[in-house]
């Protein structure tokens, strides 16, 4: 019995140590981030796709603080650019978009080999092993990574379809607006 009081108070012993160690180290070593980059990277869909040039959305807002283009997020499309703009202080940059737009499966065309699956970074294409894949459209970030590996070419980016649940009426501009909402 004493054995059993006298490893369970080394071991405790230990973990107290232990604990007080890497709180003094936690408190040393700590590294202060960037605040602008924390709310770029914010602003960022974190997706980490990659169609930026960056490995992720956190080393791209590190880079555009360092002065890269603002206008790479194509997943986040111009939306995301103009937020970034704001936050910034500085004017949009021109952008190809043409809306949201989301991945389609042609489902005739699919062979359920999960390449697509296995590259989706936010898990918006379900499907099971030699059975027909479909995205949700509401999970889908447009980064495009499904299109590369799909041996059938049966994904296409498409605009994302209107509904009566997303749906909204473009306001007119009101005399003090500079543009419509």
Do not use: R
């Not at 960037?34 to 992720?56: F, I």
């Not at 080999?113 to 898990?123: G, M, N, Q, R, S």
């Not at 889908?140 to 499904?146: D, G, K, M, P, R």
């Amino acid at each position: 019995m004493l054995e059993a009081v006298s490893a369970v108070m080394s071991l405790g012993g230990m973990a107290l140590f232990a604990g007080l160690g890497l709180g003094y180290a936690a408190k040393k070593f700590h590294v202060e981030a960037d605040p602008v980059v924390e709310k770029l990277e914010a602003l960022l869909p974190a997706t980490n796709c990659g169609m930026c040039g960056h490995p992720g959305c956190g080393p791209y807002a590190q880079a555009i603080t360092e002065g890269e283009a603002i206008n790479l997020c194509t997943p986040g499309g111009k939306a995301v650019m103009e937020s970034i703009a704001a936050m910034l202080g500085v004017s949009p940059a021109a952008m190809d978009d043409e809306g949201p737009k989301v991945a389609y499966i042609d489902e005739e065309a699919c062979i359920g080999c999960t390449a697509c699956i296995k590259v989706c970074p936010v898990d918006a294409i379900v499907g099971a092993n030699k059975q027909s894949h479909t995205v949700i459209v509401a999970e889908c970030t447009s980064c495009q990574l499904c299109l590369e590996p799909c041996p059938t070419d049966c994904i296409t980016m498409q605009p994302v379809p209107e509904n009566i649940y997303d749906w909204t009426w473009d306001k007119p501009a009101g005399p003090n607006s500079k543009a419509l909402h």
